[in-house]
């Protein structure tokens, strides 16, 4: 096996068997203090792939922040073969504010790939493309709900391309969906230049959620072993996702008080009832129905809506009875 090569991040060159800290400028605060993106490289002795692995592009979104700071702690990365880039918050200004947005109210995954001149998200997005994503070869981006609304763990990924959806599948959240949308986000980014990356979305913002942390955390590793970073173990084989067909939000019919009937991660039959919307007063009620078929891969966890407001995000699938039972045993397998 060939010797690992080294690796320049910022001004420093990490060499090969060792481990570095880094931090890479960014916009100053208006207090005169400087402000930097923190990144961890771990650069194994031997060859291998370079992934980077980011969370708090959204700042309120932490559950990746901690996925990231226990897969830092892992034993086995004593072995690494290869280059792991792990930046644990990419959108340090809004990590500050425990805000999803950028200082100046801009969304940081709409703003890809940004500019080295553009707005203080545009040059943020452009530092961590040219420090980050340009040095690697894969990449896993991790994302939670917006504030008060939680996702069932899933990931999604463009799956036309077949690296990216290779890697969708190893990492053994319960429920993949495909999605390229033309946003300005990492993703669609990565899917305009070919380079493979999946994006994790567990639990809601501002908020740990274990299951999320630790499936997330095992997802991680699973695509490491696959790509020959680390060694293989013994450890159970991950569940085989389903690929979603199709999702859709649920929204309230009238503003009021929600009292909800279904959980995360339930089937959903045409026509069951979701929630009932009542006013405070008791004077009326009334019922939220599924439009179609399928599992509940977001809610809101707010029991207030507006008229509009997105209560369910329901997706559909070709099989809804094996959708169902993947959703199963990931909830047991997780439970442990
Ligand atoms: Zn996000």
Not at 36 to 49: D, F, L, N, Q, T
Not at 77 to 85: A, C, P, Y
């Amino acid at each position: 096996m060939s010797k690992n090569s080294s690796i320049s991040i910022g001004q420093t060159e990490v060499k090969p068997g060792t481990r570095h800290s880094i931090s890479l400028p960014i916009a100053d605060l208006y207090t005169g203090t400087s402000l930097s993106m923190p990144v961890k490289v771990v650069a194994g002795r031997k060859a291998g792939p370079v992934l980077f692995v980011s969370a708090a592009i959204h700042g309120d979104e932490l559950n990746g922040v901690e996925i990231i700071r226990r897969l830092l702690k892992q034993k086995s990365l004593q072995s690494l073969r290869g280059t792991l880039l792990a930046v644990p918050i990419v959108n340090v200004h809004g990590f500050l504010d425990l805000s999803r947005y950028l200082p100046d109210r801009r969304d940081l995954n709409r703003s890809f790939p940004g500019s080295a001149k553009g707005s203080i998200a545009a040059r943020m997005a452009n530092t961590f493309i040219k420090e980050i994503v340009s040095k690697a070869d894969y990449g896993i981006d991790i994302h939670t709900g917006a504030v008060n609304r939680s996702n069932l763990p899933q990931v999604r990924a463009n799956l036309d391309d077949s690296r990216s959806l290779e890697l969708a599948r190893i990492f053994g959240a319960p429920v993949i969906i495909n999605s390229i949308i033309r946003d300005g986000s990492l993703r669609e980014c990565a899917a305009e230049r070919g380079f493979p990356m999946l994006v994790y979305e567990a639990g809601e913002a501002l908020r740990f959620d274990e299951v999320s942390i630790r499936a997330g955390l095992r997802g991680v590793l699973r695509a490491m072993r696959h790509l020959g970073m680390l060694p293989e173990t013994r450890s159970r084989k991950a569940i085989t996702p389903v690929v979603a067909e199709s999702t859709t939000w649920v929204r309230a019919p009238a503003s009021g008080i929600v009292s909800r009937k279904i959980e995360l991660g339930a089937r959903v039959v045409e026509g069951q009832k979701l929630a009932i919307v009542g006013d405070p007063l008791g004077e009326f009620e009334e019922q939220v129905f599924a439009p179609y078929d399928g599992i509940v891969i977001g809610r809101s966890t707010l029991p207030l809506a507006h008229e509009g407001d997105a209560l369910f995000h329901i997706a559909t699938f070709k099989s809804l009875a094996h959708a169902e039972s993947k959703v199963e045993q990931f909830a047991a397998r997780h439970a442990e």
